[in-house]
């Protein structure tokens, strides 16, 4: 309860109040290097608050809240528990409570409750319960999934302290070569609005309020047709083309989101080439932002850039341009203002206040444009509860985080995302396999499968031979590129080879983890029985294989059948590929 004193010098705090008055009683208040504070949201690590983050090259928490005035962090990272993230949490908010104003922080985090080790996109689950990927939920394709997933997401978030999900990635893998395409719901534009609706209600819950997660959905207005299917973290990857004309099929999963009331919306990196819009990365596109955002789909929520376009950086040591494209040729300021023009309100990744003061002061940009997005921002926080209640319990986090039902909910969803392809000759099935064969493991780890089988240590001694894969891709110059998964989907051929020999011993069962629709078609060819998965532990694997859990999951892409049908298909279309070896949907069953 706040005592009359404090709510007579700060009226803002009075939660009677509507939220519309308390924002601007509160604006009023503020200085413009205060405001200015508000409209970057960059990243953070779990050090010490007086410690610079030597891995992404930033400042430290105390330079970021009391000399730059932030209050919108992104969380690299995390503590092996629930109670550490949350520790560190209150840690930050007294440090933002300190503060003149006392405007306490949001805290955001990319997805981190699958398989995905990142940082660029996602973070291993660590203390979080573990779930397939999106693409594995979409597998699974049922809504109360989704929902429950979210809704399970949204309390082990909320328990630490992240308020804002940025996520869910609802953009259409239609380009079967991108490397973004694990985060997604797959290639078709139903079934993604369906289950990006039901993300949306379940991290957001039914009113949206203290125990909300914001979501901000991405990547507006859709990635996904990125040519040569290269992706525009990187300057080789930054035009997106619609040959087959299809720009507004990649819409329809937003307009299902907005209408399911996403919070807030992250426009792409990449640029549009050859379409009725300026050619420039979707960050600084007006007719983009403005008019089929703002004005055709009636948004007035928060719109945050993606992570780095106004200023160059270093990751992992390594030099990292700004994302700026279609516009190299400006100054970080004047990209600033484009931002701004465009209609967005937070600039992503960014730390740099000092160029949005330097460009109100001189009358580049006005303050009234500044306060515009300073109160969709200070809105959020309100509505959020942050005001009344920054602090989190850490016991309770502790209690909720990885808390049993949750990772049983977890893990039942990546043995029911597993998909099966082939099984034996027709009429012959290998699985589910019976009893407790020889077998033979490779990318296991044989204490996980010694409940399942009899583990013998060579291919030739075995009865089964169960082999795990990942999907191909193409080593990339620097560190940072190569954990984007990009290139060929083809196999190497010492990989084929590998298989065929240890086929020659014993029945082999390949899965693949399919964070890109690789080309199987030689898999097929030696293996006697194929699953996918996308992000699925051993034993959720050797449960499947051994009938204690029967398959259930559907493709949510297609399986190209070559790359030369990847090279030819159009890849703003879904479903363009010549001659797939395997449909959308497809997915045996015992």
């Given amino acids: 309860m706040t005592d009359n004193a404090t709510l007579t010098a700060r009226p803002w705090l009075d939660a009677e109040r509507p939220v519309a008055e308390r924002v601007e009683l509160l604006l009023a208040e503020m200085t413009l290097e205060e405001k200015a504070g508000l409209f970057f949201h960059t990243m953070i690590g779990m050090g010490p608050l007086d410690e610079p983050n030597t891995t992404f090259s930033t400042p430290s928490a105390v330079d970021y809240i009391e000399q730059r005035r932030m209050s919108h962090f992104n969380l690299i990272g995390g503590a092996p528990t629930g109670r550490e993230i949350a520790e560190w949490h209150n840690a930050l908010q007294r440090l933002a409570a300190s503060t003149r104003l006392g405007i306490p922080v949001t805290l955001s985090t990319d997805p981190r409750h699958s398989f995905t080790d990142n940082p660029g996109t996602a973070m291993l689950s660590g203390p979080f319960s573990q779930w397939p990927e999106p693409l594995g939920l979409a597998a699974i394709r049922d809504e109360e999934t989704v929902e429950r997933f979210a809704d399970i997401a949204r309390q082990e978030y909320v328990a630490v302290g992240l308020r804002v999900a940025l996520h869910p990635q609802v953009d259409l893998a239609t380009e079967p070569r991108w490397s973004r395409q694990l985060a997604t719901f797959g290639e078709d534009a139903e079934l993604t609005s369906r289950l990006g609706a039901a993300y949306v ?63 807030q919306i992250m426009p792409y990196y990449g640029m549009p080439v050859g379409t009725e819009y300026e050619e420039v990365g979707f960050g600084f596109n007006k007719s983009v932002i403005t008019g089929l ?60 206040p000092e160029l949005l003061i330097e460009l109100v002061a001189s009358g580049e940009v006005p303050e009234s444009r500044v306060d515009q997005s300073a109160r969709r921002i200070l809105r959020e926080k309100f509505e959020l509860g942050l005001f009344e209640s920054s602090l989190v319990d850490a016991d309770t986090a502790d209690r909720i985080v990885g808390a049993d039902g949750f990772r049983a909910a977890g893990e039942w969803a990546q043995r029911a995302s597993i998909t099966l392809l082939t099984n034996g000759a027709a009429g012959n099935p290998l699985l589910p396999l019976a009893g407790r064969p020889r077998l033979y493991v490779e990318g296991i780890d044989v204490e996980r499968a010694a409940p399942y089988a009899e583990l013998v240590s060579s291919p030739e001694d075995a009865e089964v031979i169960v082999v795990r894969l990942q ?75 051994t009938g204690r859990f029967a398959p259930q999951g559907s493709l949510p892409f297609d399986l190209p059948r070559s790359m030369h049908a990847v090279e030819e298909s159009r890849p703003d279309v879904p479903f363009d590929t010549a001659e797939p070896l395997f449909r959308f949907g497809h997915g045996l069953r015992y």
Wanted: charged share 25%.
């Fill in 201 to 263: 209600r379940g991290f957001q819950g039914a009113e949206f309020g203290v125990g909300s997660v914001s979501t901000m959905t991405k990547h507006f207005p859709g990635g996904g047709p990125q040519k040569d299917g290269e992706d525009p973290h990187f300057a080789h990857g930054r035009e997106q083309v619609y040959p087959g004309d299809a720009f507004d099929l990649h819409l329809k999963p937003f307009e299902a989101l907005l209408a399911a009331g996403t919070r």
């Fill in 293 to 352: 955002l703002r004005e055709r789909f009636g948004f007035d929520g928060l719109v945050c850039t993606d992570w780095g376009l106004i200023t160059d950086a270093e990751i992992f040591g390594q030099p990292f341009p700004a994302r700026a494209w279609g516009v190299e040729d400006l100054s970080p300021a004047e990209r600033m203002k484009k931002v701004l023009d465009a209609g967005a309100d937070q600039f992503g990744g960014e730390a740099c």
């Fill in 471 to 545: 999907a191909p891709y193409e080593e990339r110059p620097t560190v940072f590129e190569s954990l984007f998964h990009s290139g060929s989907l083809e196999f190497p051929t010492e990989v084929i080879d590998h298989v065929r020999e240890l086929a020659r011993h014993a029945p082999t069962i390949v899965d693949v983890f399919a964070d890109r629709p690789a080309i199987l078609e030689p898999i097929v060819d030696i293996a006697a029985a194929v699953t996918v998965n996308w992000g699925a532990s051993a034993e959720a694997l050797l449960d499947v294989i």
